[in-house]
């Protein structure tokens, strides 16, 4: 009965507080990693979302139809025409040192760089209605290589970040084509260090 009540009254050895401290360790090394990855994974949505509304706001104004502008005489007509927008005269924000590390609240003035003149229409931000009101993580940018709505006319639309300010971007673009008068959006983006 005495070692009965002995081996009751004992505490944990140094051993089994040892074992207990290392598996708490290591699971909160494991949950801060976790962690670590799934805020990464919030913040490049931000790119993913914003590049996927540029493709579209793209793709709506190619489907647009635009016709000149002048009157007609009677019994002509006027040619539809389609054709993509013009890439901006530089991306928002204007330098990476912006957004290394650190969030960048863009103005309205900041989307209309390329605003274009009246004879070769609407480019840039302003030709695609895209704007950001909130603070971003990225720089966002994009260039067509024609904008004649030819077959073989592409833009390229990307988005470049520093989460952790080391000066490593990451960068996110899509691509698309004009084929046989239907502007063509790649599937899936490409993704450069996403993480950094």
Known sequence: MRRMLKRAQRGFTLIELMIVVAIVGILAVLAIYGVRKYLANAKTAEARNSLGQLSKDQAAE????????????????????????????????????????????????????????????????????????????????????GTAGATGDTFTASANGDLNGDGTLSTFSIQGAINSGTLNIAPNMLEINPEE
């Open 62 to 145: 190619y489907e647009k139809e635009s016709m000149q502008a002048t009157v007609l005489g009677q019994g002509t007509s006027a040619a539809t025409s389609r054709a993509l927008c013009g890439g901006p005269d530089g991306p928002v924000p204007a330098a990476k040192t912006a957004i290394a590390g650190a969030k960048y609240q863009s103005s309205p003035a900041d989307w209309n760089k390329g605003s274009g003149s009246a004879t070769a229409g609407p480019t840039g931000f302003t030709c695609l209605k895209f704007t950001m009101d909130a603070p971003q993580y990225y720089m966002y940018s994009w260039a067509s290589s």
